[in-house]
């Protein structure tokens, strides 16, 4: 694996007109943001547990999260590694013991442990340079009007369904 870069999860935004979730990540420190798109159950899972929703029964996530605790097993990160034919690819690095275990997954999977686990966020650097946004100040009007052109020419089909 290459060099990464710490990420932090912005949270999940809805991209107009299609009602498409999408799990917005910010390169910590800099002004480069890693736009995702994901499906709505894992969009729903993120952002519940980003804004600390508990549900009266665990979720899927919230399952995996308590089962590698039982287990003594702790998540030391996530990176978001890569696009391939539109398609987002993760890597979760689990402890266990002595052994780091590298387990590959969808990024919307990944992300929606690693907030139940506060395990760190990355993307690979080449993959932030390739499918990341600039945006110099969140409140720079002209650099918004630049994301959401990139917004409105992408469609959620150029990523594929297995992000």
């Known amino acids: 694996m290459s060099e990464t870069v710490p990420m932090d999860l912005v949270g999940i935004r809805i991209e107009l ?10 390169e910590r420190g800099g002004d480069r943001y890693l736009p995702i ?3 709505t159950p894992e969009a729903t899972a993120i952002a ?13 996530h919230d399952l995996v999260a308590s089962l590698m605790e039982v287990l003594g097993a702790t998540v030391e990160s996530v990176v978001v ?11 979760i690095a689990v402890k266990l013991g002595d052994e780091t275990h590298h387990i590959s997954s969808r990024p919307s999977d990944a992300v929606a442990i690693a907030v139940r686990t506060d395990a760190p966020l990355f993307a690979d650097r080449d993959l932030l ?23 409105d020419r992408i ?4 990523f594929g369904a297995g992000s």
């Open 37 to 39: 798109w994901i499906g």
């Open 155 to 158: 469609d959620p089909t150029d």
């Open 17 to 26: 007109p299609t009602n498409s979730p999408i799990l917005l990540l910010r």
């Open 81 to 91: 590694t890569e696009v391939r034919g539109g398609t987002f690819y993760a890597d």
């Open 129 to 151: 340079e390739e499918a990341g946004v600039h945006i110099q100040d969140e409140e720079d009007e002209d650099e918004i009007e630049k994301f959401r052109e990139f917004l």
């Open 48 to 60: 519940m547990a980003h804004d600390g929703i508990e549900t009266k029964r665990p979720l899927t």
